[in-house]
Structures are given as structure tokens and as C-alpha cells.
């Protein structure tokens, strides 16, 4: 049995978490690439079919169910875990190694999971071992962003399995499949265990909360996993439930606008995740197989371009330590491959032709446009000017072109971080001009044709208008060091009052009862040395005066223990 679980990518990945820390220093970055390399070999060479069953209690679990849709999101995990080692090669943080391999082990856990019971494993696994990477940072900001974030995700988690245990007793199967759009009670807990992942308005606040406290390196693996590995799920249970079409597009619009009022860089990157996943839950609700196949192939895309994104604003905060726009500025000849480099990323995600996510939100628009659903095609539109005006212009203006704002110091950025942002690049570059080597892993077969007139058009026409007006603009932008209300504000805001209710008073109130019992312990002490003292201070015997103060030790026992005695019998009458 345990050979056979290690056909298993997931656990390869988290073996290699308990592995790392065995292993000599100088070769354990050397290991943290090996193990997902590893990992993205058995993904790519499984066959299909659900490959390893276990017994469990009365029920079959499917540790390893593998076909196109599951093949291809395992595929991304594991090959953006391999460029996120290398970017992280510097670093010498075990528990951040460890923590990461454990939180990509559960992403493909997830990915690969046939059973509600399997999956849930692998969620909580992802959860625990994520929450490190917010923490490893050590400081204030980020212990207490780290801890939202478990709270969150362990609330997420609990409304996703009270959604299985509902949809188990209700007769549902235990085994993963699409569920009918149903607004039952299981129905609704598990789409809303799985939107708090995907970070769907008014479950979202976390992401930009956390993601930009991560560490460096960490940041590049939480921006790729957790609410992919959501979408995956979504893909996997909800597709067709036409709600998600409108809550998609909310989610585009939203996260556009907050990220163009943002004023640093990662959370800018961190709105943006939130605007661009929008575009998958919209093509989810749509539930065509054109449309399967483009929130599919955005995710991909996402993954590899966002990742650069948050590996290019990583190489800012190493070289500056600043995040900030309003602090930084004056420094693009210092680092014209970085900037390069995340433009290529800035105008993937803008969808600029010949990048990839030109490919997937054409294949989104058209499966929009096959619909004939003219308003979300109009929205998702402006949410891409949108994009392109806070990732393509904002931040790379204001980060490396407009004049110097504060004093910094501009250090060499290690070779290996350069390294991993070329090879994000390339795949981005990769897939926009050869979408078929994207196509041939998508779960459905298509010949979808993204380079058509039309598409070259009206993206350029996108482009350059929103290139003009943020020109004529953009010394009325304002960038300066304010904090943005979101949702969060609503669990922020109470907080003092939810803890003196919940964690103070309590705490006060068995304070309080340790004292009171204390000291009636210490009266009761003090009343047990000579209980005749108190209930007869003083009798005459034989014509003389006896105090009970007089009474030797032993004779002092004798009398409390038969006192003792009375008060039991007396408690045993009564109860």
C-alpha cells in the first residue's frame, strides 16, 4: 500500500515537505525543485481512469482520479511549483520550503481527488500549510493577517464539508461529479465553502489582505494555488449554474476598481487575481464546452502570467524594500530586465495579441458572444481597460518611471529570481503564439481560432484607448499612501467588541470565580483545623470551663473528619 500511494503526486510533494528538513543545507533547494519536477512527470505520463482506490470505514476512496480537466490543472500546479523553487532557490528558510512543497502537495491533492472526502483532506492541507507563508515573513502585519487568513479558510472549509455531510445524508454521492443547479441546502453550503476560496465578493477580503503580507517567495505560490485550485473544484461541481455568469462579472468590475485605487503593488497584483478570476466563474455559468475550455485555459494562463507579476513585484520589494507606490519611482534604468519582464506579464494579463491571455479571453468572449450574452461581453470589456490601466500603466509607471519620491537603495536582485521570471515569460510568450500546445491539454477538443480580424481590432482598439487616456491623465492619478474599505472592514471593525464578548468577559468571568472559590477554599482550610472552635467555642465538664481551642492537632482532625462525614451524608440525603 504505501508503494502504491506513492503513484501519487500530492504525496511526492508532501513527503518531500518531511523530506527537506533530513536533508544537508546546500542541497535542499536543489530538493525543493526536484520533488515537484518529479511530480510533473508522473502528471504528465498518468494514464486516465481512477488509478488508486482505498478502503476506508464502509467507503472506496479515490486518492487518484485522473482525466483531461484534472490533467491539465496538474500540469500547471506542478510546473509553477517548479518555477517558483527556482525563483525561491536563494532562500534557505526551511520552513518556508517545506511549507510551500505541502501546499502544492494539496493543491494537486485536490486536483486529483475522486471523493468528497479525499478532496476536503487535501483543502484543509492547503489551508494549514499556506498560512506559514503569510506568518514566515515575522512581523506584526503579517501574524495577524496570517491568523485571518487561517480563521477564514478554516470557515471556508467548515462550510464545504457541512455542505458534503448535507449532500452525503441526502442520499448524494460520495464520488466528485457535476451537480444540477439546485438550491438545496448542500447545494448552497459547498458552492459557498468553494466561492470563500475563489474569493467571490463578499467572501474575498482575505486575498488582498494576505497575499501582499506573504513573504517574497511565498506570495508567488499563494497567487498561483488556492483559488485555482477553487476554480478547478467550481469546473468540477458547478458548471452551467447561470448565477455564476453575473457573480463573475461582478467580480471583474470589482476587483478592477479596487486595484486602480490601490497604492501597493501587491495588493494591486492581489485585486487583479480577484477581476481576472471573475472571467472563469463568468465562463463557468455560461457551462459550454467552448466555455469549460476557456476558464480552463485562463486559469492556465492566470497561473503563469500572475505568478510573473508577483515574482516582478518581489524582485521591486528585494531590490527597495518598499511596496509602495507613493514611495517609490526614479529607478527603471536600474532594472530595465525586470521591467521587460513584467511587462510581458502586464500585457498577458491586459490580453495584448501573441501573449496567452489574449487566447483565453477570446475563447471566453466567444463562448459570451455563442451565448448571446451582450452585456456580460460589454462589462468584461471595460474590466480589461480596467486591467490594463492598473497592471499594464499604474503600476510600472508609477514603480519605476515617474520622478524618485523617497530615498532607497536599488540592490542586485539574485540571478535565480531573473531566471524564473525568463521562464514565465517564455510560457506566456509560448501559448500566445501557439495556442494548439494549450489545446491539446484543454478537457474538450476545440479549433477555436483566436486570431481573427475582429479579436486584433477591437483588443488594439482596448489597448491604445486606454493607453491615451491614462497619458492625458495620469498626473491626476492619485497615488498616495491610503487604505481602501472593502468587506473586511466588516469583521475589522467589531473585532474589539467581538473579543471583550467572546475571549475578555469569559476570561474575566472565570478569573473572577477562581478567586471567589479560592478563597472559600481557604476559609473551609481554615474552618477544617478546628470546626469546634466555631460550632462550640467554650463547655463546662466537670465543673470546669473547656475551650475547644485547646484541642490537640489529632483531636482537631478527629472532629473535621466526622464533621466531613456529616456534610456528605447530609448532601446525599438532600441530592
Known amino acids: 500500500m504505501m508503494l502504491e500511494l506513492l503513484s501519487v503526486p500530492a504525496i511526492i510533494l508532501i513527503l518531500g515537505a518531511f523530506v527537506l528538513p533530513l536533508l544537508p543545507e546546500r542541497i535542499r533547494s536543489t530538493a525543493f525543485i526536484t520533488f515537484p519536477l518529479l511530480a510533473l512527470a508522473m502528471v504528465w505520463t498518468m494514464p486516465e481512469g481512477n488509478l488508486l482506490q482505498v478502503s476506508f470505514a464502509s467507503y472506496e476512496l479515490e486518492l487518484l482520479s485522473v482525466d483531461g480537466l484534472s490533467r491539465i490543472f496538474g500540469i500547471i500546479f506542478a510546473l509553477i511549483t517548479v518555477i517558483g523553487g527556482v525563483y525561491a532557490f536563494h532562500i534557505k528558510d526551511l520552513g518556508q520550503q517545506s511549507s510551500a512543497l505541502a501546499y502544492a502537495g494539496g493543491a494537486l491533492g485536490v486536483t486529483f481527488s475522486g471523493d468528497f472526502f479525499t478532496l476536503f483532506i487535501f483543502w484543509e492541507i492547503m489551508a494549514a500549510a499556506s498560512s506559514y507563508l503569510i506568518w514566515a515573513r515575522e512581523n ?181 524594500g518598499t511596496s509602495k507606490l507613493s514611495e517609490l519611482g526614479g529607478f527603471a534604468k536600474k532594472m530595465p530586465l525586470i521591467i521587460g519582464l513584467y511587462m510581458v506579464g502586464a500585457l498577458s494579463i491586459s490580453g495584448m495579441p501573441f501573449l496567452n491571455g489574449f487566447v483565453s479571453k477570446t475563447m471566453i468572449s466567444g463562448a459570451l458572444g455563442d451565448a448571446h450574452l451582450e452585456w456580460p461581453i460589454l462589462l468584461l470589456l471595460i474590466a480589461t481597460i480596467g486591467t490594463f490601466l492598473h497592471t499594464g500603466l499604474k503600476l510600472p509607471y508609477f514603480t519605476w518611471f515617474t520622478e524618485k519620491k523617497t530615498e532607497f537603495e536599488v540592490s542586485s536582485i539574485p540571478t535565480n529570481m531573473k531566471v524564473a521570471m525568463g521562464i514565465g515569460a517564455f510560457f506566456c510568450i509560448l501559448f500566445g503564439v501557439a495556442p494548439q500546445l494549450l489545446y491539446i491539454q484543454l478537457p474538450y477538443a476545440t479549433d477555436f481560432q483566436p486570431f481573427s480580424i475582429y479579436n486584433f481590432v477591437e483588443m488594439t482598439q482596448i489597448l491604445v484607448l486606454a493607453f491615451a487616456g491614462f497619458w492625458f491623465l495620469k498626473k491626476h492619478l492619485n497615488v498616495s499612501s491610503t487604505i481602501s474599505l472593502d468587506t473586511d472592514w466588516f469583521y475589522r471593525r467589531p473585532a474589539v467588541a467581538v473579543r471583550y464578548v467572546f475571549v475578555d468577559l469569559p476570561n474575566n468571568l472565570f478569573g473572577v470565580a477562581e478567586d471567589i472559590t479560592l478563597k472559600l477554599a481557604g476559609k473551609l482550610s481554615g474552618l477544617s483545623k478546628n470546626p469546634m472552635r466555631h460550632l462550640l467555642p467554650s463547655f463546662v465538664m466537670e465543673g470546669r470551663e473547656v475551650k475547644s481551642d485547646g484541642f490537640t492537632a489529632s483531636m482537631s482532625a478527629a472532629l473535621a473528619f466526622i464533621l466531613f462525614g456529616f456534610l456528605v451524608a447530609i448532601l446525599f440525603v438532600l441530592f
Open 140 to 320: 506584526e502585519e503579517s501574524a495577524k493577517a496570517g491568523m485571518r487568513y487561517l480563521l477564514v479558510h478554516i470557515f471556508g472549509g467548515g462550510l464545504l464539508f457541512t455542505g458534503i455531510l448535507l449532500h452525503l445524508s441526502s442520499g448524494g454521492s460520495l464520488y466528485i461529479e457535476s451537480i444540477e443547479p439546485a438550491y438545496s441546502a448542500a447545494n448552497i453550503f459547498m458552492l459557498l465553502g468553494v466561492a470563500l476560496n475563489t474569493a467571490v465578493p463578499p467572501l474575498h477580503a482575505w486575498l488582498a489582505d494576505a497575499y501582499p503580507k506573504a513573504t517574497i517567495t511565498g506570495a508567488v505560490f499563494m497567487c498561483a494555488l488556492t483559488t485555482k485550485s477553487a476554480v478547478y473544484v467550481m469546473i468540477r461541481l458547478f458548471p452551467g449554474w447561470e448565477i455564476l455568469i453575473w457573480v463573475g462579472v461582478i467580480m471583474a468590475i470589482y476587483g478592477t476598481i479596487y486595484a486602480l485605487l490601490a497604492n501597493d503593488i501587491r495588493i494591486i497584483l492581489a485585486y487583479s487575481i480577484i477581476s481576472q478570476i471573475g472571467y472563469m466563474v463568468t465562463a463557468i455559468g455560461i457551462g459550454s464546452e467552448l466555455a469549460l475550455n476557456g476558464a480552463t485555459a485562463h486559469a492556465f494562463n492566470h497561473i503563469i502570467y500572475k505568478s510573473l507579476l508577483f515574482m516582478a513585484a518581489g524582485a521591486v520589494i528585494y531590490a527597495t
